[in-house]
Nanobody
Framework: VQLQASGGGLVQPGGSLRLSCAAS????????IGWFRQVPGKVREGVSCINNNDGKTYYADSAKGRFAMTRDNAKNTVYLQMNSLKPEDTAVYYC????????????????????WGQGTLVTVSS
């Protein structure tokens, strides 16, 4: 599955951005698809995820109430609507899929991300 992310940019605190990730093939070509972010020197963080096992959307605590992940199955494209952005949301955002079915502990982020697209930079600054 090839992934193409877009939509990053510079936004002021409190602003919004919508990221897109177009995937090749169909939604059945992966077990999960998610958004991750990484700041240089820090550990990669899962942001939001759709796991095909149950079709539910999951969010990291940092994203709950502010971000919304959706999927257009016909286009095999996922979106991440980010609202009320904060400077600490500044990072390179990646979309990634799981090409295998992984087991996750209860309550953990249910996407692993073993297939990555290129990232898109989000900068939140005044």
């Amino acid at each position: 599955v090839q992934l193409q992310a877009s939509g990053g940019g510079l936004v002021q605190p409190g602003g919004s951005l919508r990221l897109s990730c177009a995937a090749s093939g169909s939604t059945s070509d992966y077990y999960a698809i998610g958004w991750f972010r990484q700041v240089p020197g820090k550990v990669r963080e899962g942001v939001s995820c759709i796991n095909n096992n149950d079709g539910k959307t999951y969010y990291a605590d940092s994203a709950k109430g502010r971000f919304a992940m959706t999927r257009d199955n016909a286009k095999n494209t996922v979106y991440l609507q980010m609202n009320s952005l904060k400077p600490e949301d500044t990072a390179v955002y990646y979309c990634a899929t799981d090409s295998a079915r992984y087991k996750f502990a209860d309550g953990s982020f249910p996407c692993f991300g073993d297939n990555w697209g290129q990232g898109t930079l989000v900068t939140v600054s005044s």
